[in-house]
């Protein structure tokens, strides 16, 4: 147990430390109001779930015919949930969104997690069958599709930002 909690950190030792600055950067600055704190603790949280989530499948991905194929499949759900959240928590932070640009991103967001939540049993966005072997489904690029809408308006609200 003791090895695998050592080989964890040696393998994700950069985001785990980039992790424990944001942590410092968080709690430590009292320039920042509970809101931004709030953020920086919710960013912490999603970017560990996500180091965690990588050293799970990589782990179990590598492992034929793996009796704990199911843990995979869950893992690689709250992957493909998170990343579109943690985008659409950054563009709330950012702001300059017009309200209807807003509930079309958080409609999206919603979509994205019924669609993702339920491919367990749907096998719509993906399976792992129970030879460990990840087959995409017909909606398995949605959460990238919907990322890179997310992180293309947040790219344009952070120019507008910067232009004005």
């Avoid at 300059?96 to 019924?114: E, H």
Wanted: with cysteine; hydrophobic share 55%.
């Amino acid at each position: 147990m003791i090895y695998i909690i050592f080989k964890f950190i040696a393998d994700n030792y950069l985001s785990i430390f980039s992790l424990l600055c944001l942590l410092f950067i968080a709690f430590g600055d009292k320039r920042l109001g509970l809101q931004e704190r709030r953020f920086v603790a919710f960013f912490v949280v999603s970017i560990a779930l996500l180091c965690l989530n990588d050293y799970i499948d990589y782990t179990i991905g590598h492992i034929p015919h793996s009796q704990y194929w199911w843990i995979r499949s869950i893992a690689s759900t709250i992957c493909y949930i998170i990343r579109p959240i943690i985008l659409f928590a950054e563009l709330h932070l950012v702001g300059n969104l017009s309200k209807r640009l807003y509930i079309i991103a958080f409609i999206l967001l919603a979509f994205n997690t019924f669609i993702f939540a339920t491919s367990f049993w749907t096998q719509w966005t993906f399976i792992i069958n129970s030879d460990n072997i990840f087959i995409r489904g017909p909606l398995g690029l949605l959460s990238h599709i919907i990322a890179i809408f997310f992180m293309t308006i947040l790219i344009i609200s952070i120019l507008k930002n910067i232009m004005t």
